[in-house]
């Protein structure tokens, strides 16, 4: 059995560390644009949310912002839970592998511009 997920997109919020019995935890959610046009002539989004543990939860935490290019490797992992008498059913994907795309060049391009203003 294979289980094994592939994306590139872009951070929705600025991620956050936590630490759960001594175990570094963040979870983030990356902007996907899907490869196609709807019947609006739009491309649309989806928002998937993503869970990474120890150094790459550190590391993500420490260099990424809001905004950042991300390209991760990972598996799904689906959970379910009751809320007000009824199942909610989650998935999400535990990154294993992380690539940072967003250049040094250009987050000092965007901090320099935003200080500007």
């Known amino acids: 059995m294979l289980n094994q997920v592939t994306l ?8 956050e ?3 759960s019995n ?3 935890l963040t979870h983030i959610t990356l902007a996907v644009p899907r490869g196609y ?3 609006n002539g739009e491309y649309e989004t989806d928002f998937i949310d993503c869970t990474l543990w120890r150094g ?4 993500t935490a420490e260099y990424c912002k809001k905004g950042d290019l991300l390209g991760i490797r ?10 007000d008498g009824k199942t909610i059913y989650k998935t999400d ?7 940072f795309l967003t250049t040094c060049k250009e987050k000092t391009s965007e901090d320099e511009t935003t200080k500007e203003q």
Do not use: C, H, M
């Open 17 to 19: 560390l936590l630490e």
């Open 22 to 24: 001594d175990t570094k």
């Open 74 to 83: 990972g598996r799904l992992q689906s959970s379910n839970y009751e809320k």
């Open 37 to 39: 046009k709807n019947f």
């Open 93 to 99: 994907v535990i990154v294993e592998k992380i690539t």
């Open 8 to 15: 590139v997109g872009r951070l929705v919020r600025n991620p």
């Open 56 to 59: 790459i939860a550190l590391s």
